[in-house]
């Protein structure tokens, strides 16, 4: 298809619908099939063309126009939509024997069948909505409401990209009624709540409240902006044409026609398969790139639907397999403040015991003083808490005694209960003075090497995969050093003897010479993860390797200036600060000495021109499992290939490099068109360098 409408089209008309038609065209390859065919600067000329034409002649202008997305004035209010057909509820299972249950009721009243087919779809945790189309144009959306009734909001969806406002193909009704999940992203939530916090505006608490907020914009220029997508989930009132006969078909003919339908819907035989398809589902839930919270399993014959019927106010051939929770509401019980390696004190929340996200909750994090005041949070508050996979526990609200459904036992309190959460003078540890540096939001405790807790927490960093690579040297074992007294600092750890780790607490003979063999064997380092280990305040390991790449000794880095800092990629001035002022304190030289007096060897690199390194500028993102390594070596390698590696895909990302179960940023560099490349490939290109067999 030509990327242009030529102005040798002598008919106007002719040539605004053939624009649109491309434009339509290449919003369907880009927003549902993850395969654009023209770059966006190409695209963004077919559309600044359309726009020129309709504003020389707005007569032409159609609501079916890619330009009308753009959203309009802001309307009074909304109006009601009457549902033909009503929007029902589904009923909740929870268990494999529940889903049995269903699959036994359905076929005591289908006693003709004997195997049942399922069309089963992941239950996307959204805004239901439902979508008209008269003659394959799009012409009204609507919430769900209450199931009979709902709002007219056509200004707001007709602003969705993946949603089409005109239909293709053949066979379109005169008049279908599509219904589906409005949802936001969840790397479009993230990066909204980002800009929100830049511009110190209110963020939202969740993908699921944004969509919904989002939706009921009187001005939909505002959802315009908004990360917004659908897929559709079923069909109401058809008139002027015929559907397959299967929901399977029916899904496959609705996106023939170019409306957005979920990749993973799958039709099974049989409630085994369909166990087993949320199950599959379940483990996928926190690589997908949008919420959800279970599978929906429908009876996929239509015709059986119809002989099943329904309830007061639920389907009989479909259910919803509801996943463990990810937000439940708890209680506040107190507020620790704990100590970290750079003396930030961090407030931990301490809850009542509660089962989110399949697992226990009883600890959360709240962040900084900053976080509770934003929260309004007091001890003894109920509140809102939420664990997605692994994510730490996160308190995303605090809730009033109204809250409809609360299920957990003891959450009545009484006005003594509640108490305001103070900010410590003293650190909890030490006992050493807490200090809030101007322009910062975190609170320090400047006991540095006194306080227990930073000792331990700068040894702990010292040992660690990425730094110094001690294995062994976990928190129970350097909890015992330190509170015996035996390691002061990081270089004692190399003065430390068999019969000093002997006496301690569950370490045997074999166990305390497998600590001093590894510690024997860390000398030998790289100088990036050596200056890494050393805990220099906002040094990270790409700011590390940066260093020891740029000036080659540590002899050279221990003598740098500010100046000479800033020409390197990553370092700015606070970070140049901290890293002049790590290395003009005499105690640090000092302690730098002394591990060098007791072997440690950086490898000093030859000292080499950044920008001359065959990656230099680039972003890449690293996915998925892969083989030949780990994904941290293969961050390492990266930059020591002059590379900045990012956790998170966007328009800046050069590559991507994705192995088995890549997820969300997989999704997303696909649709943003970036370059991808597999494992194989990505060895090539080390191999290619001579980086292949170099340490990380």
Not at 238 to 247: A, R
Not at 396 to 406: F, G
Request: charged share 20%; aromatic share 6%; proline share 4%.
């Amino acid at each position: 298809m030509a990327l242009l409408v030529e102005y040798n089209v002598v008919n106007l008309t002719e040539r605004v619908q053939l624009l649109r038609q491309q434009i339509e065209h290449h919003n369907r390859l880009y927003h549902q099939l993850d395969s654009p065919e023209i770059p966006d600067q190409e695209y963004d000329k077919l559309f600044e063309q359309l726009l020129e034409l309709e504003k020389k002649h707005p007569q032409l202008i159609t609501s079916d126009s890619p330009t009308q997305r753009v959203g309009s004035f802001p309307a009074v209010g909304f109006l009601q939509v009457v549902h033909v057909l009503p929007m029902l509820s589904l009923d909740k299972v929870f268990t494999k024997e529940d889903l049995m249950r269903f699959e036994d009721r359905c076929l005591k009243r289908l006693p003709q069948v004997q195997h049942l087919h399922f069309s089963c779809e992941p239950k996307i945790d959204g805004v239901a909505v439902s979508l008209l189309y008269e003659n394959g144009v799009l012409v009204r959306g609507a919430t769900r409401g209450d199931g009979s009734s709902g709002e007219d909001i056509t200004h707001n969806v007709k602003t969705i990209r993946n949603i089409p406002l005109r239909l293709h193909g053949d066979n379109i009704p005169s008049s279908l009624e599509v219904r589906g999940e409005v949802f936001m992203s969840k790397s479009g939530f993230a990066a909204m709540n980002a800009q929100a916090l830049a511009n110190s505006e209110r963020t939202f608490i969740n993908p699921r409240n944004a969509a919904a907020g989002s939706l009921r914009q009187l001005d939909s220029r505002i959802t315009a902006t908004r990360p917004l997508a659908m897929y559709c989930y079923s069909v109401g009132e058809v008139v002027g044409g015929i559907l397959p006969v299967s929901l399977d078909a029916v899904f496959k003919q609705l996106s023939a026609w170019g409306l957005p339908v979920n990749s993973l819907q799958q039709c099974v035989v049989g409630i085994l398969a369909c166990n087993n398809y949320c199950e599959s589902v379940l483990v996928q839930r926190n690589s997908l790139d949008y919420e959800i919270d279970g599978v929906v399993v429908k009876i996929d014959s239509l015709v059986h639907q119809t002989e099943l019927g329904l309830n007061a106010r639920t389907p009989r051939w479909a259910m919803a397999y509801k996943f463990p929770a990810e937000e439940v509401v708890t209680r506040l019980l107190d507020v620790e403040f704990q100590v970290g390696r750079t003396g930030t004190i961090t407030p931990v929340a301490r809850l009542e015991p509660v089962f989110v996200g399949g697992v226990t909750v009883s600890n959360a994090t709240l962040h900084n003083m900053d976080e509770i005041a934003r929260l309004g949070i007091r001890i003894g508050d109920k509140v809102i808490i939420r664990r997605a996979g692994d994510v730490i526990p996160k308190i995303v609200k605090v809730v009033t005694d109204d809250v409809a459904e609360i299920t957990h036992k003891n959450l009545v309190a009484t006005a003594s209960d509640y108490r305001v959460i103070v900010a410590p003078a003293v650190c909890p540890v030490c006992q050493s003075p807490v200090v809030k540096e101007e322009g910062e939001v975190l609170q320090r405790c400047t006991g540095t090497l006194i306080c227990r807790a930073q000792l331990i927490g700068v040894l702990l960093h010292f040992a660690s995969r990425a730094a110094m690579d001690i294995e062994g040297l976990g928190s129970k074992l350097v909890e015992q050093l330190v509170s015996r007294k035996l390691v002061s600092n990081i270089a004692d750890l190399y003065f430390l003897n068999f019969g000093a780790l002997q006496n301690l607490e569950r370490l045997g003979a074999k166990s305390a010479q497998n600590i001093l063999d590894a510690i024997h064997a860390s000398k030998k380092v790289t100088l990036a993860r050596f200056l890494f280990a050393l805990g220099i305040r906002d040094v990270g390991e790409a700011t590390a390797l940066n260093l020891a790449v740029h000036f080659g000794t540590l002899a050279a880095v221990m003598t740098v200036t500010k100046k000479s800092l800033l020409a390197i990629q990553d370092v700015g001035p606070i970070v140049a600060s901290h890293i002049v002022e790590f290395f003009g304190l005499p105690s640090n030289q000092e302690l730098i000495q002394r591990l060098l007096l007791a072997g440690v060897v950086p490898a000093e690199l030859p000292v080499a021109d950044i920008e001359n390194l065959p990656l230099q500028g680039q972003t890449w993102v690293v996915t998925g499992t892969l083989e030949t390594m780990d994904r941290q070596a293969a961050k390492n390698k990266l930059q020591q290939l002059g590379a900045k590696v990012a956790s998170s895909v966007s328009a800046l990302t050069t590559c991507v490099v994705a192995g088995p179960g890549a997820g969300s940023k997989l999704t997303t560099a696909q649709a943003l068109g970036i370059k991808i490349i597999d494992e194989d490939i990505f060895m090539s290109l080390l191999v290619q360098h001579d980086f292949a067999t170099k340490n990380g």
